[in-house]
């Protein structure tokens, strides 16, 4: 293939020299990148500007190839505008509107340019919108899509909501009952985290990691971990990289459980909602005895994790594992047999194989729709390279594939951390980590229980962070949300949308 | 007056379903409490019909309440065709929530008034023409007098109408009071409410008037199930109603495990139920008939 030769492929968790990252000129590195996708059958995993506050910014494509466990790089400079790639590749549109509002470049071509988080660009003065720089940005505030019509109506949720969940802003255009078109607009979460994190790593970084998205806690912390021993060329001990696995599966086992009881709940179904309720509380009370905290919050740290688990907590563990894993399977096998349940998850909110290819879904949400995506088995990193987990897969697309890829994974995890507990390997748990090589860039994947988190560093001169990337799941699997609603009933939104239960802080950022 | 404890008898057995403990079986009641004396907040947008509204439903259900015989006692009123006025009168109750709803301009609970409106519009002909069975078999043309006639010996000789009758009567006492499959009362979710919709924006007294009426409603259709399911004459008047109440508890806990056992339906399907309410009651009309 001609594209690749023009790419620097590596690894994951791989830093490689600034300078090694080939620079191609914008037609090229526009052509690579849809190239890639389209015959490389790779997925944009971060496209991202980054520069200073003056010069050219430089869009950055990190492309990942599940099928050969590699990723690439390619680079280009741009001033002012160039021909947007989501025109042909779809699953660049929210990475293109991110690079038009934080570095005031414009895609041009892109079909449906608008903010997405409403804050100022980072150079000063330049603007995708042509928007006065004194002029107050708030959220929400933007064009949506409108349907004309005799019968349209439309009808906007948020960003107050009636639950006690995170603010987004939720437009449908709607015929009756029938949604023909739902818009997400977020941005109300945006906390700069990104900004804030130049300069670093320091004592705040890790707390930007834990918090970048709070149920993601130890996927984000252990993404950002492997990027900093990485650039520091420190091998994580074993025993450190075993208790990080187990903690990254409780995590998903616990968020797992928390939303087929929602999905339930969300039908009406009280049982499963009320059990699976308690379970969850059960299995983060593991995370807890692990660290004190249940979600995980200072577990991980760069060199290792904080606290080790000895042999009377390992079998507290591994007693709590097994009856919470007897009640798991009574609570939600309820669900599967239960017509009326069924009736309502299976052909809701249905996303085929071939949408979800294109628009880059990640995590579960993609796994349901038969695309076997998982860093865990296609990139594996840590304790994974040694301990295979399959990925699990079904092929519907609706609410019923999205929850019962859900109950494969926590069968799956559950087996994996208890084989994990019985065979700890022996060792410290941490160790100090130096300071991080200058002038380098490494790309840290990580699958959460929401899907990939890409975490993306670059260092200057001095070793400190010149860029720091985050990608989380839900940037990713937004737009899915919105494109499963088309044709659905309005009524099934909530339901949709706790099938897929995406992050808004770890979108916002 | 009894009326806000059977939804504490059916959140109790919701409770144990779900492996929790409950709310006690008086909430209703301290919520009613509380919310009467608190103040209310109205809309800029809204006019007297939202001021209205929560009035009207509350009036029109009391007086439906007067209508309404329980354990063969006489209805406090009473009069040949009063099962018309019966329907008519929860239809008022609907109408003017409705237009209170509508009245806020809120496209939420414009939704839910479309909502509402179609499956009442469904559910209404399922409890006329289940009334129509029981008072031609009956013949009498008052609840009080139709109710009064129903025993055992009807209920065995007519056996298969008045299982049809109760059949209708049951999925109309659930989607009128809101209940799974066809709503959840539990829903907070503004997308997919349907009765809950209506009252978004009342607030105070005026919610405190929503919340009553709609357990008189809850206990006006549980009564007219009860009643036929349970047409057992003792011959004293207090032991009938004894029976009644203690029908209406286990009604109440049927409707808990129904909740607990059962998803809720797709809003595309609720129609379907509703048209199944009103076959069910026509098949009973035709058996009489005979």
């Known amino acids: ?74 680079s280009t400079d741009v001033q002012y505008s160039y021909d947007a790639i989501t025109p042909d590749c779809p699953q660049a549109h929210w990475f293109e509107r991110e690079i038009a509002e934080q570095w005031g470049v414009e895609p041009q071509g892109h079909p449906w340019l608008k903010p997405i988080r409403f804050h100022t660009s980072c150079r000063r003065g330049m603007d995708a919108w042509a928007r006065k720089a004194d002029s107050p940005i708030l959220p929400g505030v933007t064009d949506y899509f409108r349907v004309e019509g005799e019968e349209i109506h439309e009808v906007a949720v948020g960003p107050v909501h009636a639950g006690i969940i995170e603010p987004g802003h939720f437009r449908f255009q709607c015929h009756g009952e029938d949604v023909f078109h739902l818009e997400i607009s977020l941005g109300y979460q945006h906390r700069g985290i990104e900004k804030a994190l130049l300069g670093g790593p320091n004592k705040r970084t890790l707390h930007y990691m834990e918090t970048a998205a709070g149920d993601t806690t130890i996927g984000h912390a252990t993404a950002y971990c492997r990027a900093i021993e990485t650039l520091c060329a420190y091998n994580v001990p074993a025993r450190a990289q075993a208790l990080r696995a187990i903690a990254l599966e409780l995590e998903r086992v616990a968020n797992h459980v928390g939303d087929l009881g929602a999905l339930a709940g969300e039908v009406a179904y009280l049982p499963t909602m009320s059990y699976c309720g308690r379970i969850r509380g059960d299995i983060l009370n593991m995370t807890a005895l692990l660290c004190g905290n249940r979600f995980g919050r200072g577990l991980v740290k760069p060199g290792g994790v904080r606290f080790d688990a000895e042999a009377g907590r390992v079998g507290d563990l591994l007693n709590r594992l097994d009856a919470a894993s007897k009640d798991l399977e009574v609570a939600v096998n309820l669900l599967w047999n239960i017509p009326s349940v069924m009736a309502r998850f299976e052909e809701t909110g249905t996303l085929s194989q071939d949408l979800a290819r294109q628009i880059g879904l990640v995590g579960p949400a993609a796994r349901a729709c038969g695309v076997s995506r998982d860093v865990r088995q296609d990139l594996p990193f840590g304790m994974y390279r040694f301990a295979h987990i399959p990925a699990s897969t079904w092929h519907s697309g609706d609410v019923f594939a999205r929850a019962y890829v859900r109950w494969l994974e926590i069968q799956r995890s559950l087996t994996f951390v208890r084989e994990q507990l019985q065979s700890l390997p022996a060792g410290s748990v941490a160790g100090a980590i130096g300071e991080p090589a200058p002038g380098q860039i490494v790309v840290s994947l990580t699958e959460g229980w929401r899907g990939e988190i890409c975490h993306v560093a670059l260092t200057d001169d001095d070793g400190q962070f010149a860029h720091y990337k985050i990608v989380d799941p839900s940037f990713h699997n937004w737009f899915g949300l919105a494109c499963c609603l088309r044709d659905q009933q309005v009524s099934d939104f909530p339901l949709c949308n706790k099938s897929f239960n995406l992050s808004y802080c770890g979108h916002d950022l | 007056m009894l009326a806000p404890l059977l939804l504490g008898v059916i959140n109790k057995t919701k409770a144990f379903f779900g492996g929790r403990k409950g709310q006690p079986f008086l909430q209703l009641y301290y919520d009613l409490n ?114 009064g006639a129903m025993s055992f010996d009807v209920l065995l000789k007519t056996g298969p109408a008045m299982i049809l009758v109760a059949g209708a009567l049951l999925i109309v006492f659930l989607a009128e009071n809101a209940r799974v499959p066809v709503d959840d009362p539990d829903t907070h979710l503004e997308l997919t409410m349907i009765h809950e919709v209506l009252a978004l924006d009342t607030s105070g007294p005026d919610f405190a008037f929503i919340l009553y009426g709609s357990a008189l409603k809850l206990w006006i259709l549980g009564a007219l199930l009860v009643g036929v399911l349970l047409p057992i004459r003792t011959g004293w008047l207090w032991a009938d109603i004894g029976i009644s109440l203690a029908g209406m508890v286990l009604l109440a806990v049927a409707t808990g495990v129904i909740e607990s056992t059962m998803a809720r339906l797709r809003l595309l399907r609720v129609p379907q139920l509703l048209g199944a309410a009103s076959a069910l009651a026509i098949l009973a009309l035709i058996l009489v008939f005979r």
């Open chain 1, 1 to 74: 293939m001609a594209g690749t030769r023009q790419l620097l492929e590596i690894c994951n968790t791989e830093a490689v020299s600034l300078q090694d990252v080939p620079r191609l000129n914008t037609t090229e590195f526009r052509q690579a990148v849809i190239d890639a996708v389209r015959i490389g059958g790779a997925s944009i995993a971060a496209l991202f500007g980054h520069g200073q506050a003056n010069g050219p910014v430089r869009l950055m494509a990190v492309l990942e190839y599940p099928a050969r466990g590699t990723l690439s790089l390619v």
């Open chain 2, 34 to 147: 509380k919310l009467l004396r608190k103040g209310a907040v109205y809309s800029h947008t809204t006019s007297w019909i939202f001021r209205a509204g929560p009035v009207v439903w509350l009036a029109a259900a009391a007086v439906a309440m007067l209508l309404v015989p329980l354990g063969g006692s006489a209805a406090p009123m009473s009069f040949a065709g009063d099962l018309v006025l019966l329907a008519y009168l929860l239809g008022l109750m609907r109408f003017f929530v409705v237009l209170a709803a509508m009245d806020t301009g809120s496209a939420l609970e414009g939704m839910g008034a479309s909502r509402e409106v179609q499956f009442s519009a469904l559910a209404e002909p399922a409890l006329l023409l289940a009334l129509a069975a029981l008072a031609r078999q009956t013949g009498q043309l008052s609840l009080t007098d139709i109710y």
